[in-house]
């Protein structure tokens, strides 16, 4: 069993438990004995846990020891160590803006967004293909000709919700779309929150474009700046449920998005 192999199979077999996957990253770091890990994994690696083995094969994927990973996201408290994808693997390498939002994000978050892509210089747009803002990102990054990454919440085979299909599948012809989980497993609601890691992981910067004050956008916003990335939100109304969270930030210290300048002169490339 190659290092690839074996990391899948414990990826699996765990079921992507985040912290059985960091014990293991510090061990390949540290160069220590796997042997506990490989008893450990024999004992994990039930028939279902086979099957689903042999059917993520068939999926390409790529982990934490392989060089196309991308640095920024091993730095993070909890990288996954496996993300199965369909698409370009190369935007996980570009400049990157992670968007996010509220599922009843209005038209003012549509407006600003197609206003503002096309004016931005190249780069890649990461989002999380969930309804509202995140798919309002994605449509007005492909609109804008800016090649776009769906982080989701289930298997790469699986579409949630199931509006965006069509989106989904316009993402893995011309972007990419990624997820830690392995085909055929649907959408829960904490992997929701756990994959905003991922989205704050990839990008060098994340802006919020409407969000109530207790959002799942806020979580990756507060993501972002764990992880020493820049942080944007955009203004709203007085009194707007919807701006409540972005304008916290904003009071908070995030940068207010103005115009295009603002990203352009916070956001920086690195591996």
Do not use: C
């Not at 916003?221 to 904003?250: C, K, M, S, W």
Request: aromatic share 8%; net charge positive.
């Amino acid at each position: 069993m190659t290092l690839r192999d074996f990391l899948l199979a414990w990826h699996l077999a765990t079921h992507q438990n985040p912290r059985l996957a960091v014990s293991l990253q510090q061990a390949l770091f540290k160069k220590a004995d796997l042997s506990t890990y490989q008893n450990d994994l024999k004992q994990k690696l039930t028939p279902a846990v086979v099957r689903i083995l042999s059917a993520a094969r068939e999926t390409p994927y790529l982990t934490f020891v392989d060089a196309a990973y991308p640095p920024r996201l091993r730095e993070i408290p909890q990288p996954p160590s496996v993300l199965f994808y369909q698409g370009n693997l190369g935007l996980i390498n570009q400049l990157t803006l992670g968007v996010v939002g509220s599922r009843k994000a209005t038209n003012y978050s549509a407006e600003a967004l197609t206003r503002l892509f096309p004016q931005l210089p190249p780069m890649t747009i990461v989002s999380g293909l969930a309804a509202g803002a995140d798919s309002m990102a994605h449509e007005a990054a492909l609109a804008a000709g800016l090649p776009t990454i769906a982080v989701i919440a289930n298997g790469i085979d699986q579409v949630y919700p199931a509006k965006n299909r069509s989106l989904q599948r316009q993402i893995s012809r011309v972007g990419l779309v990624v997820s830690e989980y392995p085909p055929g497993t649907a959408p829960q609601r904490f992997q929701f929150v756990a994959r905003n890691r991922i989205i704050a992981g990839l990008a060098h910067g994340v802006m919020v474009t409407e969000a109530e004050i207790k959002s799942g956008s806020l979580i990756t916003a507060n993501y972002a700046l764990q992880h020493n990335r820049e942080v944007f939100a955009l203004p709203n109304r007085f009194g707007d449920v919807l701006g409540a969270g972005t304008n916290a930030l904003i009071q908070a210290g995030a940068a207010i998005v103005t115009g295009p300048e603002t990203l352009v002169e916070n956001l920086h490339f690195y591996p």
